[in-house]
């Protein structure tokens, strides 16, 4: 069965970076996209950007560009997330989410990874 | 960014009840719409995409119609394990932007 399992959850201070793993399995790892969505505590899902580990395509939401960077590792089937410049604000439950097909984005979330809390905090 | 709204923000209900959650895009967005269900704790889970389309292993109660700018999403008879935040989300164009949600708690 389709799996996607992340990192652990972590503290980081404002003003450092945050890298977040995200190791699939039970499908073939280059065949689908892969999203990150976060979500702030008691708060609504927020989308940030999508990858495809077939050639590395990525599309970030506007709001994090500069900020995130979105890779993949497919000799571990596995994808990361990094957010730099972290604020206060950016503490959150981040989700992995398989998403599209090889170069194609779907926006269509069907298996999601049980999420990584990021907190910042001085 | 296409801005996603739904009504009611929440709602009390009972076992075998009909419910029914409304999501509307702020622009057109043709069918390109989809529910998930989260339970607290948990990642979301997708019900519905296509706007009507049946995610494979989602009960049947579940049922999504609408085109264009507004959406719905009923549940047939709500079961226990029903109660829960509802999410739209718009995958017509990029960012992807989910509504607040709605919560569907226990009268």
């Known amino acids: 069965q389709v799996q996607l399992v992340q990192s652990g959850a972590g503290v980081k201070k404002p003003g450092a970076s945050v890298k977040v793993s995200c190791k699939a399995s039970?499908?073939?790892?280059?065949?689908?996209?892969i999203s990150w969505v976060r979500q702030a505590p008691g708060q609504g899902l927020e989308w940030m950007g999508w990858?495809?580990?077939?050639?590395?395509?990525?599309n970030y939401a506007q709001r994090f560009q500069g900020r995130v960077t979105m890779t993949t590792d497919t000799s571990t089937n596995t994808a990361y997330m990094e957010l730099r410049s972290l604020r206060s604000d950016d503490s959150a439950v981040y989700y992995c989410?398989?998403?599209?097909?090889?170069?194609?984005?779907?926006?269509?979330?069907?298996?999601w990874g049980q999420g990584t809390l990021v907190t910042v905090s001085s | 960014d296409i801005q996603m709204t739904q009504s009611p923000s929440s709602l009390s209900a009972s076992v075998g009840d009909r419910v029914t959650i409304t999501c509307r895009a702020s622009q057109r967005i043709n069918t390109y719409l989809n529910w998930y269900q989260q339970n607290p704790g948990k990642a979301p889970k997708l019900l519905i995409h296509?706007?009507?389309s049946l995610q494979s292993g989602v009960p049947s109660r579940f049922s999504g119609s609408g085109f264009g700018t507004d959406f719905t999403l009923t549940i047939s008879s709500l079961q226990p394990e029903d109660f829960a935040t509802y999410y739209c989300?718009?995958?017509?164009?990029?960012?992807?932007?989910f509504g607040p949600g709605t919560k569907v708690d226990i009268k």
């Open positions: 039970g499908y073939s790892f280059t065949n689908y996209g």
């Open positions: 990858i495809s580990p077939y050639n590395g395509d990525t």
């Open positions: 296509a706007a009507s």
């Open positions: 989410g398989r998403d599209g097909r090889r170069v194609s984005i779907f926006g269509v979330i069907d298996s």
């Open positions: 989300q718009q995958s017509y164009s990029t960012p992807f932007t």
